[in-house]
């Protein structure tokens, strides 16, 4: 079975310019989550989408919006590009918004997103 | 506040010889989970192993085992016979029901190299 698949691999933006982000859960996985690494840091939390609501949002700024479709996919997008936005981005699919501890995200390879 | 603390930067183990990285954490919640994640150069975050706050025993997968004590809120994760491929950074995470839904709280990591 595929894992978690996110497009594009890289990307180089100019300050002020628009991103989206793309990321396909693996197969049967309602729930996507977005992550954010910065190089040398931790990933810090975006988003949590669950059943195409968003269930989760980190400390970011409104120009941080995303979206999940029917299928399950997601989006995230990011206007107004500034040089600290430069990093890892991660998007993580697990089975549900599971009400127990135990549940495993699972991580996609991420996009690496350079912003000049 | 959630929080994981990872205070080894960097580590090196001697290939075959055993290494543990050392994780903390902090939460009032009484049920949460704790994970090891492993990621190579190349970005993916892989999901090795991981403990329960109300398991009773240490959680173990394959080379990997977890040192789970709760009193002293520590979760540290040992890997045996160390092999070059173990390479990478080591990112401790958490997980708490019910106050943060599906969110993962992650440490700054620990970058392991073995050396032959």
């Known amino acids: 079975d595929a894992g978690v698949t996110q497009s594009p691999t890289h990307l180089i933006k100019t300050r002020g310019q628009h991103v989206t982000l793309r990321c396909s859960p693996i197969?049967?996985?309602?729930?996507v989550s977005w992550y954010q690494q910065v190089l040398g840091q931790g990933p810090q939390f975006i988003f949590q989408?669950?059943?195409?609501?968003?269930?989760g949002r980190g400390n970011f700024p409104d120009r941080f919006s995303a979206r999940q479709f029917p299928n399950y996919s997601s989006e995230l997008n990011v206007n107004a590009l500034l040089l600290g936005d430069s990093a890892l981005y991660l998007c993580?699919?697990?089975?549900?918004?599971?009400?127990?501890?135990?549940?495993?995200?699972?991580f996609g390879p991420g996009t690496r997103l350079l912003v000049l | 506040a959630q929080k994981i603390t990872q205070t080894q930067p960097g580590m090196f183990v001697q290939e075959k010889e055993a290494v543990t990285l050392d994780c903390t954490y902090d939460t009032s919640d009484p049920s949460y989970g704790l994970f090891w994640y492993k990621q190579p150069s190349s970005g993916e975050m892989i999901f090795l192993i991981y403990?329960?706050?109300?398991?009773?025993q240490n959680a173990t997968e394959g080379r990997y085992s977890l040192n789970f004590q709760k009193a002293r809120k520590s979760a540290n994760l040992v890997i045996s016979a160390s092999q070059l491929g173990d390479s990478a950074m080591y990112f401790c995470a958490m997980r708490n029901y019910p106050n943060t839904g599906n969110q993962f709280y992650f440490g700054t990591g620990t970058s392991l190299t073995v050396i032959p």
């Open positions: 989408y669950y059943e195409k609501e968003e269930r």
């Open positions: 197969s049967g996985h309602k729930s």
């Open positions: 993580a699919s697990s089975l549900a918004l599971d009400k127990v501890a135990q549940e495993t995200q699972y």
């Open positions: 403990q329960g706050s109300y398991d009773q």
